[in-house]
């Protein structure tokens, strides 16, 4: 079973610009997370979808960043303008229902390493 | 404010012993506990958990014990082994609703 994809695996930017970010989630996985792990720091979530909806974008900077799930498959997490402070691993992980009242094992892509220069 | 909380950003044992890795949080509410392992370069995998009604699970080399009255969850692996050298993440969670994880502990697991 394929795993969870993502790219690119690194990016180097300057501040202001723009920057998106890819994944592909393991092949009938209801649920995906965006999250992002700061340097010395544990992932934090970001935002989370079921299908194509929004479960839980709370923690999500919506002034610069957004992330889509047209079709309830694959996601594109976009930062725009990037900050210094925005220098981290965006991480994008799937599970397969979701929201089931119960705790679903969550499957980690290996990651986009983004420096903001 | 960090609600689950790793204070060991590292650890060394000699392989063979007993590797414990700590955890403390603060939100009453939490109600699952997970521990991660991450490689460089890769992303974190599942390791074991834990529900709020359980003290201790266990599944091979690696039990999770919680602690409720202290709000304390640990991870023991025995025996460790090299390729057990990785980050660990506790992380919890609120009736199945987002994981909050802790900052990480690298363990280093030496020949």
């Known amino acids: 079973e394929a795993g969870v994809a993502q790219s690119p695996r690194y990016k180097i930017i300057e501040k202001r610009q723009s920057v998106a970010f890819w994944c592909n989630p393991i092949?009938?996985?209801?649920?995906l997370y965006w999250y992002q792990q700061i340097l010395g720091q544990g992932p934090k979530l970001l935002i989370q979808f079921q299908n194509n909806g929004v479960v839980d974008d709370s923690q999500l900077p919506k002034d610069r960043f957004s992330a889509e799930r047209l079709k309830g498959v694959d996601s594109t997490l976009k930062i725009q303008p990037a900050k210094l402070e925005d220098s981290a691993v965006y991480l994008c992980a799937s599970s397969l229902l979701g929201g089931a009242g119960f705790q679903e094992t969550q499957y980690f892509g290996p990651g986009t390493r983004l420096l903001v220069l | 404010d960090q609600q689950v909380k790793q204070n060991s950003p590292s650890l060394s044992v000699q392989e063979g012993r007993i590797s414990i890795l700590n955890c403390d949080y603060t939100n009453s509410m939490f109600d699952y506990f997970l521990w991660y392992k991450k490689y460089p370069a890769e992303g974190p995998t599942f390791l074991i958990s834990?529900?709020?009604?359980?003290d201790k699970n266990e599944d091979g080399r690696f039990t999770v014990f919680l602690n409720k009255s202290a709000k304390h969850l640990s991870l023991h692996i025995v025996p460790s082994q090299p390729g057990d050298s990785a980050v660990y993440f506790c992380?919890?969670?609120?009736?199945?609703?987002?994981?909050?994880f802790g900052s990480g502990t690298q363990l280093t697991v030496l020949p």
């Open positions: 092949s009938g996985h209801a649920t």
């Open positions: 992380a919890a969670s609120v009736s199945a609703r987002q994981l909050t």
């Open positions: 834990i529900s709020s009604i359980k």
